[in-house]
């Protein structure tokens, strides 16, 4: 049976396509100012690499921040429990898994079915989510996926607080000025961000497997800070970002059924 | 002549363990400057005042509300990473809900093997406080009796009264010279100095304290004194602040915190009722603004503190979230630049952005100098 899972993101709309369990297809589009365009851009990039037409798809499940804004979807899911769905089909001992995107981060403790125990979302700021990796990598003059490559490099752990990312974006700026090697920063920006995260995991309990997913997972200084941080290994699933789609989508196979 | 103090601040765990080595006694952290420390002078115990270490932690979200003050988040991570871990017990002293769930938390995750909270008066300004405050320090001595397995003694108190008097006069010597036109000793020296007070065996700190009062005299420091500014606020031991606006041509000669003359200002005055006399020290220091209601009587003390070492102008600081300090602030700030003294405040966190705030305290010196510009 086909079905799709649309995840609408800050900065992204992804789509999967699912051939029962399999994954088929993915697109993705900028997110933009008009949701409808983005979603039939990420839509149709998906459905043309499956070969397939839109009323081929049985059912299609939403996701994300713009919920309700499709007319073609027949239901949605909660970020979360499309993170636990996905999460636990990735890496089946998967019982933590951490999403952090553009501006939000999420954990969810699951069982080992998928089925979401208890969750934490970030609620006072940008400072432990990928836009402020964006903002830090503007300040450092770098490419984004530099970043993570670069603060793998570095040699001292500096200090820094990101209480919230217009104030760290000043520290980083006194921290140029003290001749602090960019990969020291870089670095230093990856730890503050994995702190914000954690420390609002803690919350949950740190129940391993700890699974990381979502676009910031891409960045491998932010996965380092994060396994130095927790003290335990983490994982992380390939394409990461996809992660809340492809769990839409096994949840729309659930549904189809029923 | 001060290293001795800033190598105590930066070794308090080294100092304690070896202390608790050396002489077979129980170290007991605290959490707030109204613990009487004459009473555990008394019962031979080295009381250490639990701060936080200004670094970025992770571990404090499942147990400390996000709105309370950064101060209290740090001192309980410094528990949860084991760095107390030497402790015999730890106590607190009411002061403000923030540090007192640090003490909450601590006592229900940190194993000890003696823990107390003292129900230390809110309203300061009544006279049922006196008797009030006797009857809890007499509870308190029996907890501490019982727990060190022998009676406390009027001499132990006697003992335990005139090493923190002496300690209190000699730090009160010493900023005797900071009201000098251009003062031996720096503000980030006095702070050093107070904060280690806290934290080593104060008959050791006083030795120290009275080698330095035999060199001050003839100390010239090689640095102007610059605008004469007046530090107040929150528990402040942030020394990388502190020495960043020492750097720019000013020099911080007083302060009104709790790691400063709040901590030591008034003595025990004797009385022939040892543990009255406690009490009337404790109900009349200059207050925490947490007690310090319904009059504002620590106002009048900051101004007369402002005059006395002819202050220019005033940093005034409070932890983030600090409600008591915060609910001060806009009256004070107003009482001070009615009486010709310009205020800037800053609000701290664990860290501060050091590049931001040297800018913002620039700016600030920068308006005492205006009037020669134009």
């Not at chain 1, 037409?53 to 049985?58: F, G, N």
């Not at chain 1, 769905?85 to 898994?97: D, F, Q, W």
């Not at chain 1, 990381?212 to 960045?219: E, K, P, R, S």
Request: proline share 4%; net charge negative.
């Amino acid at each position: 049976m086909i079905t799709a899972g649309i995840d609408f993101g800050a900065k992204n709309v992804k789509v999967v396509i699912l051939d029962d369990e399999k994954i088929v297809a993915r697109g993705s589009a900028l997110t933009g100012f008009d949701l409808k365009i983005a979603v039939k851009d990420a839509s149709e990039m998906a459905l043309k690499a499956a070969g397939l037409k839109l009323d081929e798809i049985t059912h299609i499940t939403e996701t994300g921040i713009g919920q309700g804004s499709v007319a073609f979807a027949a239901d949605s899911v909660s970020e979360v429990g499309a993170n636990a769905k996905a999460g636990v089909k990735l890496l089946p001992s998967a019982r933590t898994i951490i999403d952090v995107g553009a501006e939000e981060a999420r954990a969810v403790k699951c069982d080992e079915s998928g089925s979401m125990e208890d969750f934490v979302v970030n609620e006072r700021c940008a400072a432990g989510a990928g836009a402020f990796v964006e903002a830090m990598a503007r300040a450092l003059e770098v490419e984004l996926g530099q970043m993570g490559p670069m603060s793998l490099k570095a040699t001292e752990a500096v200090p820094m607080n990101a209480q919230c990312t217009v104030f760290a974006e000043s520290e980083v700026v006194s921290l140029i000025h003290a001749q602090t090697p960019k990969a020291n920063i870089a670095r230093a920006i990856h730890d503050a961000i994995a702190e914000r995260v954690i420390s609002m995991v803690r919350r949950l309990g740190i129940t391993e497997d700890v699974l990381l997913v979502g676009g910031l997972a891409y960045d491998v200084g932010y996965v380092d800070s994060m396994k130095r941080g927790l003290g335990v290994e983490v994982h992380v699933p390939e394409l990461p970002e996809y992660v809340s789609a492809y769990g839409a989508a096994l949840v729309a196979q659930e549904r189809a059924k029923e | 002549m001060f290293d001795k103090f800033k190598e105590w601040y930066e070794n308090r765990h080294d100092y304690a363990q070896a202390w608790k080595k050396q002489t077979g006694g129980k170290v007991l952290g605290y959490f707030c400057t109204y613990v009487p420390e004459e009473l555990l002078i008394a019962a031979d115990i080295l009381p250490l005042r639990i701060l936080g270490s200004h670094e970025a932690q992770d571990v404090t979200e499942p147990h400390i509300f996000g709105m309370f003050c950064p101060f209290c988040r740090d001192c309980l991570a410094q528990g949860l990473k084991g760095r107390f871990d030497y402790l015999n017990g730890i106590m607190i002293s009411q002061s403000c809900l923030h540090i007192r769930q640090t003490y909450n938390s601590w006592v229900k995750h940190i194993p000890q093997e003696f823990s107390y909270y003292m129900y230390m008066p809110h309203g300061v300004q009544t006279p049922h406080a006196y008797p009030y405050l006797r009857g809890e320090l007499e509870v308190f001595k029996k907890a501490l009796e019982k727990w060190i397995g022998r009676s406390i003694s009027d001499k132990d108190i006697d003992r335990g009264i005139e090493v923190m008097n002496k300690n209190r006069q000699l730090m009160k010597q010493v900023y005797e010279f900071r009201k000098q036109d251009n003062p031996p000793l720096t503000g980030l020296e006095a702070m050093y100095m107070v904060v280690s007070s806290q934290m080593v065996e104060k008959e050791e700190h006083n030795q120290a304290l009275e080698a330095v009062l035999k060199e001050l005299p003839n100390r010239k420091l090689d640095r102007n004194t610059g605008t004469r500014l007046m530090i107040i606020g929150s528990e402040d031991d942030d020394t990388e602040f502190v020495e960043m606006v020492e750097s720019l041509d000013s020099t911080l000669v007083v302060d009104e915190h709790c790691t400063g003359t709040r901590y030591f200002w008034n003595e025990v005055e004797p009385q022939k009722d040892r543990l009255a006399a406690i009490a009337a020290r404790y109900i009349d220091r200059p207050p925490c603004p947490s007690k310090d209601w319904p009059e504002r009587k620590r106002f009048p003390h900051i101004l007369q503190l402002a005059k006395d070492y002819n202050v220019e102008g005033a940093l005034v600081i409070q932890q983030k979230f600090c409600d008591p300090h915060e609910l001060d602030m806009p009256a004070l700030r107003q009482m001070l630049e009615e009486n010709g003294i310009p205020t800037y405040f800053l609000e701290f966190d664990v860290t501060v952005p050091i590049g931001q705030f040297k800018t913002r305290v620039e700016a600030f010196l920068e308006t005492f100098a205006l009037p020669d510009l134009f």
